[in-house]
T-cell receptor
Framework: DTAVSQTPKYLVTQMGNDKSIKCEQN?????MYWYKQDSKKFLKIMFS???????INETVPNRFSPKSPDKAHLNLHINSLELGDSAVYFC?????????????FGSGTRLTVV | GDSVTQMEGPVTLSEEAFLTINCTYT??????LFWYVQYPGEGLQLLLK?????DKGSNKGFEATYRKETTSFHLEKGSVQVSDSAVYFC??????????FGTGTSLTVIP
């Protein structure tokens, strides 16, 4: 049922570990995004894929690597986790053509690095 | 560059009070403008949008008018409820695939 679903919802892990967050959308959208929301609620774009092609790659550490196996999925893998990676990560999707409607967001993954 | 500036929070209002959250933008083209809402513990949801000058977006009693002359898209509601307590984000989109978000304004409505 859920339009944009992220897993897991919560993730607590130790520094230095490698973890992945998965995102799937069933809306038929062709563009997907990862946003990071810090403790002050500021939203910062990290990556965007359009039809499996990387189109936005903001300045993030190369420990973060997105992967889009198909249009409906965009996963985020993080290597060597650091304390500063603690945040809520939001996946979002939209249709790139036609009327410029907004995003549909997932409910977020709260990552805590200890 | 393109950007969005919205009023700093937090904002605390009593129930049934009038709400205004200011949002101004800087854009090189003709942006579409959006307000998103984030309820506690949830993801962001589209609240309303406007795609051209003088358009008014409205939803759930909230309104915002796209004012090109003042480059603004202020969010208003005539009578807020406790259930409106959330973080509100103003956003714009020019071309391409990127949105620009404001920093968010936290609203708390007390009974």
């Amino acid at each position: 049922d859920t339009a944009v679903s992220q897993t897991p919802k919560y993730l607590v892990t130790q520094m230095g570990n490698d973890k992945s967050i998965k995102c799937e959308q069933n809306l038929g959208h062709d563009t997907m995004y990862w946003y990071k929301q810090d403790s002050k609620k500021f939203l910062k774009i990290m990556f965007s894929y359009n039809n499996k092609e990387l189109i936005i790659n903001e300045t993030v550490p190369n420990r973060f690597s997105p992967k889009s196996p198909d249009k409906a999925h965009l996963n985020l893998h993080i290597n060597s986790l650091e304390l500063g990676d603690s945040a809520v990560y939001f996946c979002a999707s939209r249709l790139s053509h036609g009327t410029p409607y907004g995003y549909t967001f997932g409910s977020g993954t709260r990552l805590t690095v200890v | 560059g393109d950007s969005v500036t919205q009023m700093e929070g937090p904002v605390t209002l009593s129930e049934e009070a009038f709400l205004t959250i200011n949002c101004t933008y800087t854009a090189t083209g003709y942006p579409s403008l959006f307000w998103y809402v984030q309820y506690p513990g949830e993801g962001l949801q589209l609240l309303l949008k406007a795609t051209k000058a003088d358009d008014k977006g409205s939803n759930k009693g909230f309104e915002a008018t796209y004012r090109k002359e003042t480059t603004s898209f202020h969010l208003e509601k005539g009578s807020v409820q406790v259930s409106d307590s959330a973080v509100y984000f103003c956003a714009l989109k020019i071309t391409g695939n990127q949105f620009y978000f404001g920093t968010g304004t936290s609203l708390t409505v007390i009974p």
